[in-house]
Structure formats: structure tokens, C-alpha cells
């Protein structure tokens, strides 16, 4: 048996920036993966955005510290990400979605982040050209953003080897042993690895990795779509969030990238519960009306490709992070909800913490937002 202190299962949007932090504070950690490299799974699938704009505490605490680590990854670490400081606004044009984004607003404001809801004069400057009939205003938070997934995957990887972090690709994890109610390390491939801590950061694939030690957690893949354009001139920064609901869909958001792609994505109504990851015919005609409904000017842009990733969802929406009480030595670290590229940054910090017993008061915060033995009530308001 190869011997390490922590194995992390899965090299995606929780499991590079974790192994990172563990490496930093000195703990000798394998991070086993069933694909060829880093960050190919659902981590390639993100779009990209990256907000602490949330409505529950847990959340804004951990995207707070992700969008700093974001933001000065290239100052501090030379690593260019393509960091895009755009921000988030979400237009309004019924009294509804006025009065629920108004009303997170003052918890928004106690977490320190930077929000206000404007008139649709300011609304029309960040995104020139939107609908302006009938646009009553909106929330914009100027700090958010968003970086390349592949670019920010690859750094985080990077970092975490520098850091003496071991990698081992092409291997998937058949088992987590097990020996008397302890963990005891990892069996992938006919090998087994050693460590007395097993985090499972297996997103998608967690229910099926953690049935092998007779444990359920609640992670249900959803699949959503997403596509990017063609480059055209820059003319707008903002991620573009409409909480209409549409027919066969709750929202859809869209940004511009560095190179001037529009990219997109919808969230679809019914769930599209399972591991199918084919495109869809429905989706592209579906998301493109409504967008177009919403900024005209993007009529003929040519979209170049879409594709379909997994949400590992929980029943309200919000991560499971934490030991498990049945097996000692098992920390779960997964049900990010198509939110783990923005998370995984600060929830990475977070675990490591956990594991080296020094959480702040911050921290606290967190592990009891995403406890994974909480009662699951209700969902976050901007989910």
C-alpha cells in the first residue's frame, strides 16, 4: 500500500483547489481521478461565472474568499485565467422579482458584499441594448466575475503538484476501505492507497462512490446545457441573470467573455434528472428565443458549440460539507449544485482547515450552512 495522510476522490472544481490548500499547510495528498487529466469532468462544463452574490450566508462566505482568490490568481501565482471583473445584475421587469431581490438585499449588505438595485437607466448602461420595455430596474454587484474553468483548473493542478500534492489519473475508485468503522484509504484499478482521511469529492459520481461502504448521501445528478458563440466586439461585461420563468425552464444567464463569445445556459423546468449528457435538440431554440427576447441585438450571432453537463444536486440546493458520523475519517466535500466552480476556491480552504482542526469563525458559519446531517427545508432564493 502507498501511504498518504489524505486521498481525494475527484480532480474537479473542489478537488484541485483543495488538494492545493492541503499541499500548502504540508499534508501529503493523492488526488485519484477515473479521467486522463485534470478538470475533465463536470468542471469543463461550467460556464464560467464566478458570484458571492447569494442569499444565504454559507454561500456568500465562501464565494467572497473564491472571488479574491480569483481575482489576484495572476498577480500572486503568474498564472493567466482569463479573470474577467464584470459583474452580476439581474434585470427586473415584474414586481416579484423586485420585491424578492429586494428583500436579500439587506442580508447581502451584512455579508459585505458590494449590491445595490438600480433604476433602469443603470441597467441599460451595463447591458446596452436589453429590453427596455417594461424594465422596472435591477440588482448589480459590480465584483463578481469570471475566469476560464480549463485555464483555472490547470493552474489549480499546477499549484497543488509545486506543492507536493500527487496526482494519479486514469483510476477509479471501486471502493473506500474500510476496517472497523475507520477509513483506511482507497481500492481503484486492483491498487490500493493508504490514508487515514477520504474526502469525497466526487460531485456527480458521489451516491455511487459512497454505496460502497453501505452510506446514501443525497447528491442527485441533473443535467443542464450550455453553448458559447462566435467572437464579436466587446460590448458588454455583466453576467445577465432572468429569473422569468419560461416555458420548460425557471431562468436562463449569459455573459461575455475575454473574446467576446456570448456564453449561455439555461435551467431547465421539469429537472432533467440523470447521468445523460447528449445534447438536446429542444435547448438551443428554447434558450436562444428568450434571450433574444431580452437583448435584440444578438439576433445573428452564430452559436459555435453546446454541450450538456451533470449538477450534483441536494435536496435544498446547497453543498454537504462535512465528517461523516457512521465512518470516521470520511469527509464529504460534494453536492456543489452547478455551483462548484464559484465555490470550490473557498470551500477548498474551508476542508483544509477542517482537516488541520483550524477553522475561523467564518468557517463555522459555513460547515453549519453545508452540514450534510441538516434538515433540508426550501431552497436559496437565487439558486
Not at 502507498?2 to 492545493?20: N, T
Not at 449588505?109 to 443603470?122: A, C, Q, V
Not at 474551508?350 to 468557517?363: F, K, N, P, Q
Request: glycine share 12%; aromatic share 8%.
Amino acid at each position: 500500500m502507498s501511504e498518504y495522510d489524505v486521498i481525494i476522490v475527484g480532480a474537479g472544481s473542489v478537488g484541485l483547489p483543495l488538494s492545493a490548500s492541503l499541499g500548502e499547510i504540508g499534508y501529503r495528498t493523492l488526488v485519484v481521478d477515473k479521467r486522463a487529466s485534470p478538470g475533465q469532468g463536470e468542471n469543463k462544463h461550467a460556464i464560467g461565472g464566478i458570484r458571492a452574490t447569494h442569499s444565504d450566508p454559507a454561500k456568500i462566505l465562501t464565494c467572497k474568499r473564491s472571488l479574491e482568490i480569483f481575482s489576484t490568481w495572476n498577480e500572486t501565482n503568474g498564472d493567466d485565467i482569463e479573470w474577467m471583473m464584470g459583474g452580476y445584475t439581474f434585470p427586473v421587469y415584474r414586481e416579484n422579482e423586485e420585491k424578492a431581490l429586494k428583500a436579500i438585499l439587506p442580508i447581502q449588505k451584512r455579508y459585505g458584499l458590494n449590491i445595490d438595485f438600480h433604476g433602469p437607466e443603470k441597467i441599460r448602461e451595463i447591458v446596452p441594448g436589453i429590453d427596455p420595455e417594461g424594465l422596472i430596474g435591477g440588482t448589480f454587484s459590480p465584483e463578481d466575475g469570471s475566469a476560464s474553468p480549463l485555464m483555472s483548473a490547470h493552474a489549480f493542478f499546477e499549484h497543488a503538484r509545486r506543492n507536493g500534492v500527487e496526482f494519479l489519473f486514469k483510476h477509479e475508485v471501486h471502493k473506500i476501505i474500510v476496517d472497523d468503522g475507520k477509513v483506511n484509504g482507497v481500492e481503484t484499478n486492483g491498487k490500493e492507497f493508504s490514508a487515514s482521511i477520504v474526502i469525497d469529492a466526487a460531485g456527480a459520481n458521489s451516491r455511487e462512490l459512497c454505496k460502497t461502504i453501505g452510506i446514501d448521501v443525497p447528491v442527485t445528478p441533473e443535467s443542464h446545457e450550455g453553448a458559447i458563440t462566435e467572437p464579436v466586439k466587446q460590448f458588454f461585461e455583466a453576467m445577465v441573470v432572468d429569473l422569468r420563468p419560461g416555458p420548460g425552464s425557471k431562468n436562463y444567464y449569459f455573459y461575455q467573455n475575454r473574446h467576446g463569445q456570448v456564453v449561455f445556459c439555461i435551467t431547465p423546468d421539469p429537472p432533467m434528472i440523470g447521468q445523460d449528457k447528449r445534447e438536446t435538440s429542444t435547448f438551443l431554440p428554447q434558450v436562444a428565443r428568450r434571450i433574444i427576447g431580452l437583448l435584440p441585438r444578438l439576433r445573428n450571432i452564430r452559436v459555435r458549440r453546446v454541450w450538456r453537463g451533470l449538477y450534483p444536486m441536494t435536496p435544498d440546493g446547497s453543498p454537504l460539507v462535512g465528517w461523516n458520523r457512521e465512518v470516521e475519517g470520511l469527509l464529504h466535500m460534494t453536492g456543489m449544485c452547478g455551483q462548484g466552480y464559484m465555490l470550490g476556491p473557498g470551500i477548498g480552504e474551508v476542508g483544509a482547515r477542517l482537516i488541520a482542526d483550524r477553522v475561523t469563525e467564518d468557517d463555522r458559519v459555513i460547515l453549519k450552512g453545508f452540514d450534510p446531517y441538516r434538515e433540508f427545508g426550501g431552497e436559496e432564493a437565487l439558486k
